[in-house]
Nanobody
Framework: QVQLVESGGGLVQAGGSLRLSCAAS????????MGWFRQAPGEEREFVAD????????NYVDSVKGRFTISRDNAKNTVYLQMNSLKPEDTAVYYC?????????????WGQGTQVTVSS
């Protein structure tokens, strides 16, 4: 069983930055692909970014490319999402996810989410 706890959300003005963190309780954190998803009010949950086991491969949804960066620190069992040049349309609850194979198809584990609100 893996527990994921997100932090770092909040209210920020458009153009600002936030860094989300997700701390994992996994015994062998490096064996999990990690990802971030988000869900805006009235919308379906969407994939934002993921990162491979050792961090060598990352993927992003087109709408955040060049603005968001996913990274991980396997020594700290933590994955991060650095969000720059935030836009009001980035407003959503952001969720961390983990899976041994891939997170883009029904990941095994989810965090509880952290709210990000971007004001115009």
């Amino acid at each position: 069983q893996v527990q994921l706890v997100e932090s770092g959300g909040g209210l920020v003005q458009a153009g600002g930055s936030l860094r989300l963190s997700c701390a994992a309780s996994a015994r062998n954190f490096v064996s999990y692909v990690m990802g971030w998803f988000r869900q805006a009010p009235g919308e379906e949950r969407e994939f934002v970014a993921d990162i491979s086991w050792k961090g060598g491969v990352t993927n992003y949804v087109d709408s955040v490319k060049g603005r968001f960066t996913i990274s991980r620190d396997n020594a700290k069992n933590t994955v991060y999402l650095q969000m720059n040049s935030l836009k009001p349309e980035d407003t959503a609850v952001y969720y961390c996810a983990a899976d041994r194979v891939k997170v883009t198809s029904s990941p095994s584990y989810w965090g509880q989410g952290t709210q990000v609100t971007v004001s115009s």
